[in-house]
């Protein structure tokens, strides 16, 4: 696929919405313990360019996108989660979403100690295991916010 380039005052400049899914593709691969090299040889290409989908340098075509989609079972809006989220109105103003839906705080995610908490996490085989630590975690955090007000 082509460069996702603007240009701004004589130089490329990556787009912003290729930087993003860029981020989530490295933030979702990195969760899931796979490499670069991984996951270009499961989609077909090499880590080289993995690491140009993930700095915004390449931008992805629709089907490159449902490939990396499927191979790392998230849903292609996965990608774009929390894009443009200050820009735009909440969907439901439009009656997209339901209204209790918070915004996830993204820049919570990609701090090391989350992403090795996460990361460990999906490490669980066990799905009742890894639902039972999501109750406690979730439980504490509860506890904890009842005590600081």
């Known amino acids: 696929m082509g460069k996702a380039k603007l240009i701004e005052a004589g130089e490329a400049v990556s787009h912003p919405v290729d930087v993003h899914v860029g981020k989530r593709l490295r933030q979702k691969r990195t969760i899931m313990g796979m490499s670069q090299e991984a996951l270009g040889k499961a989609i077909g ?19 490159r996108l449902y490939h990396f989609a499927r191979l790392l079972s998230v849903p292609v809006s996965y990608f774009f989660d929390g894009y443009g989220d200050a820009e735009y109105a909440p969907a439901e103003v439009y009656g997209l979403a339901e209204p209790e839906m918070q915004a996830f705080e993204h ?32 439980a504490v955090a509860d506890e904890h916010a009842d005590t600081a007000s």
């Open 45 to 63: 290409v090499t880590f080289q360019q993995i690491q140009k989908y993930e700095r915004g340098i390449n931008r992805m075509g629709a089907s």
């Open 107 to 138: 820049e919570h995610v990609s701090s090391r100690e989350t992403m090795d908490i996460m990361r460990a996490y999906y490490r669980i085989k066990n799905p009742a295991v890894r639902k039972r630590i999501a109750d406690l975690v979730k």
